[in-house]
């Protein structure tokens, strides 16, 4: 796919050719400010409003609670964060992969045990990274049209497979242990969600890996040039994903002990509203994956005000949709800004 | 642009300079090769021939699959003007089950048919404004839309489907009226012709090829480039909520959940149909025929008792398949592969 920038850009170029801007001092932007630091405050704000103002919120239930809902979105979004910071908008298909792996951890232990599982669900997150990464980063088509398709073959595939049904895992298997211990408040997710997100972050700095996914989102042709083998990163990213998502689907089974298809509806837009919010850029190579924590505790306890505030379902997928078009306004504005 | 005539007519002259049959040949050559319907048409051919020999029943019972065709096609004429010129419209799915809500909530069915459309043009209006005037990414901003707007439709309808007050009108709209064409189908009829007025015999349709294959060269040509992209949004959010209408007509109520399939179904057609997703080429023309294709591959599966959950397999399948078998794709495809050879020779490739 060719590079295209974008509109505003092109006009402030065309516009800007006349003057020379010449060297200016770095002046404070608010925007660029938002977009950078606003996250912190926001959260924080927004705890503190729901700990004063939201009856109920500060109970030790109710923080467990936001703990177990947070974690496979958690999961997801920081897997996804390499897909969007390498400029590829996001991967749709974690609906489906959610879905497939929580099924497959239920439905396939109750038959031949956990290991095997295990096994087929790796085997099937592998599949979904590859399909998606090769057809993203060698065909170069485009990423939210390639995992629209493949989220609803991959949703057709299990509803077909699994005939639609609910399964429920024995109430003493070690799925069901696994989402019962809880350390305080704290579910054992909450804390795979965290181990995760030390790891990621590790191979996003750290790694050769990451420093190309990084050097891919802001200039793929460059890095192209650079000798990096651009269609591997691509892959390489989507394989995160979708390994993510995997996790993610044995979190949300464990917490729930059952399985369906339906069951991960409304994590694709939960888990780029989180990325987008944290500061993570859609244009690519600018973001980190623990700013996605810090913009999935926002999303988090957002929706968990919502509900307790007895909002319904629509309006809640409303003010995410609204989240998202706002924040990456404010990253577009802001990057027009620092331009200048 | 990319579809210059000008080397075209000078081969062409060239040519004449032997004999006719040569300058012929060559002109037909040159305008296939510039032709972008020719994936849709294979698969036209290949789901009529597939369906008039395992469920003929398809094509008897034509109005219904002209009913799918049009709601499918409306869709896709809509995505159409916007993806021509390098964007992307995802929220017509959910501006269909807006439009289709706000429809059904008004007790005057005149009166509702004009709320709905003009809904489906405010929504135009606040895509083109976040992509043209705050400059975010159209894929993001609309893909935003898309939620807040299903969100919307959920409010609006408090999570249940809203039965249309006048039924009788919704029957009546299932009628046919000249020949064997339904109103809906009529109405498909018309926004193909006019769009295809508009984009390839109006001077502002074809700045929309313009705006798509070079956005700099069009913007130093002085082209409104702004304006179109403007254009284009209000263009497929007052086509999707014709569609909503129209659906709404259909099925005499207006489900919030409305437009799922569609969306899928209506991006395969256009990609299929040859309109290229970087912009700059592609026609109405092939739009029309991936929608062909797709209504009656969608007719013939639920005639045949397949499930929704395989129609959605085989769907997927085809705008997965559309997407890569792009020319342009296959391209940097192969391309790809060769560069990660010679890469590995060359420098060891850091991954």
Do not use: C
């Not at chain 1, 974690?94 to 439905?107: D, E, K």
């Not at chain 1, 890996?209 to 989102?217: L, N, Q």
């Not at chain 2, 021509?84 to 706000?102: Q, Y």
């Amino acid at each position: 796919m060719a590079e295209k920038e974008s509109l505003t850009e092109v006009i402030a170029i065309a516009e800007g050719a006349t003057h020379d801007p010449g060297i200016e001092k770095k002046r404070f932007n608010f925007l660029v400010w938002v977009s950078e630091r606003g996250i912190v405050v926001f959260t924080i704000v927004l705890i503190l409003f729901a700990v004063i103002f939201v009856n109920g919120f500060a109970s030790l239930p109710n923080i467990t609670d936001v703990f177990y809902r947070a974690a496979p979105i958690g999961i997801v979004a920081v897997g996804m964060t390499f897909v969007v910071i390498s400029a590829n908008y996001l991967d749709l298909s974690v609906v489906a992969q959610v879905a497939t792996a929580a099924v497959i951890f239920i439905g396939v232990s109750n038959e031949y045990g956990l290991l095997a599982s295990f096994a087929v669900a790796l085997l099937v997150a592998m599949l979904y990274g590859v399909v998606n990464g090769v057809a993203v980063g060698y065909f170069k088509a485009n990423a939210v049209i390639v995992t629209l398709s493949t989220t609803f073959i991959g949703l057709g595939l299990l509803r077909w497979i699994s005939g639609g049904s609910i399964f429920f895992g024995p109430e003493d298997g070690p799925i069901r242990l696994f989402g019962q211990v809880k350390i305080g408040p704290v579910p054992l997710s909450a804390l795979v969600l965290l181990v995760i997100t030390v790891i990621l972050w590790w191979v996003l700095t750290r790694t050769n890996f990451g420093f190309t996914v990084r050097a891919y989102g802001s200039n793929k042709e460059a890095t192209r040039l650079a000798g990096v083998n651009t269609g591997l990163v691509v892959i390489g990213a989507f394989v995160i994903t979708a390994l993510a998502a995997m996790v993610a689907g044995f979190v949300l089974a464990a917490f729930s002990n059952t399985a369906v298809s339906a069951m991960a509806d409304g994590y694709d837009f939960r888990a780029l509203a989180a990325i987008i919010i944290g500061g993570t850029s859609v244009f690519g190579g600018k973001g980190s994956v623990l700013r996605t924590l810090l913009g999935v505790i926002f999303v988090s306890v957002l929706t968990n005000i919502l509900v307790l505030s007895g909002i319904g379902f629509g309006f809640q997928q409303m003010a995410i949709g609204a989240l998202i078009v706002a924040a990456v306004s404010v990253d577009a504005l802001a990057r027009r800004a620092a331009k200048k | 642009m990319t579809q210059t005539p000008a080397p075209a007519t000078a081969q062409t002259q060239t040519m004449q300079l032997g004999t006719e049959a040569v300058g012929f040949v060559n002109k037909l050559r040159v305008s296939l090769a510039r032709r972008t319907e020719g994936r849709g048409l294979a698969l036209l051919t290949l789901v009529v021939l597939v369906t008039a020999f395992l469920e003929p029943s398809v094509f008897t019972s034509y109005q219904v699959t002209l009913g799918r065709v049009a709601l499918i096609g409306l869709v896709a004429l809509g995505l159409t003007a916007v993806i021509l010129m390098g964007e992307l419209d995802l929220s017509v799915a959910s501006t269909l089950a807006v439009s289709g809500v706000v429809m059904a909530s008004v007790p005057d069915i005149w009166l509702g048919i004009l709320a709905a459309l003009v809904t489906g043009l405010l929504i135009g209006a606040l895509n083109a404004f976040f992509v043209v005037v705050v400059g975010v990414n159209s894929f993001i901003a609309t893909l935003g839309m898309l939620f807040a707007l299903r969100g919307l439709a959920f409010v609006l309808s408090d999570e249940k489907p809203v039965r249309l007050t006048d039924i009788d009108a919704g029957i009546a709209f299932g009628a046919p009226v000249l020949g064997p064409i339904t109103p809906r189908v009529l109405l498909f009829i018309l926004a193909f012709i006019a769009l295809q007025i508009f984009l390839t015999r109006m001077r502002a349709g074809r700045e929309f090829y313009a705006v798509g294959g070079n956005r700099q060269a069009a913007m130093d040509a002085g082209i409104p480039v702004r304006r179109r992209i403007f254009t284009g949004f209000m263009i497929s959010g007052f086509v999707a909520a014709l569609a909503g209408v129209i659906n709404t007509l259909e099925r005499t109520a207006a489900d919030p959940t409305a437009g799922g399939t569609v969306l899928l179904a209506s991006f395969a057609a256009a990609i299929i149909g040859g309109v290229v997703l970087n912009g700059g080429r592609g026609s109405v023309l092939g739009t029309l025929i991936g929608a062909l294709s797709l209504g009656i591959l969608q007719v013939g599966l639920t005639f045949s008792g397949v499930q929704v959950d395989i129609q959605d397999i085989f769907i997927g399948t085809i705008l997965l398949l559309a997407v890569i078998t792009d020319p342009t794709n296959l391209r940097a495809a192969l391309a790809g592969v060769r560069a990660s050879f010679r890469g590995r020779e060359k420098a060891q490739a850091v991954v």
